[in-house]
């Protein structure tokens, strides 16, 4: 597939944003050290750094120890509490109350 045929299949849009003149420096100079423009070289790093928060927030990273007290909860749970009992009854009683409510 030819470099015409990727951007003719991709959707665009536009994005403004103010930057400290230094950052907007260092990303040129950046750019042009990889032979990039400064629009390739920001899509490149915008997209790297959201590409790393969502992967940040969308995992859950435990220690051995938080690990294996997570197992050992999943695979030996307390009872439920005199609270948790009630209302888990409580959602019963809604769900038969309202049949054709998302409960």
Not at 13 to 34: M, T, Y
Not at 75 to 90: G, R, V, Y
């Amino acid at each position: 597939m030819s470099t015409t045929e990727v951007h003719a299949s991709r959707s665009y849009a536009r994005l403004n944003c103010r930057v400290d003149a230094s950052i907007k420096q260092q990303a040129e100079e950046a750019a042009s050290l990889l032979g990039q423009s400064i629009t390739d070289f920001t899509e490149a790093a915008l997209a790297e750094k959201a590409q790393t928060v969502l992967e940040k927030h969308e995992r859950i990273v435990l220690s051995e120890r938080d690990f294996a007290r997570f197992v050992q909860q999943i695979e030996n749970p307390e009872p439920p509490t005199p609270q948790l009992q009630d209302a888990m009854a409580e959602y019963r009683r809604l769900q038969l109350a309202y049949p054709d409510a998302n409960l």
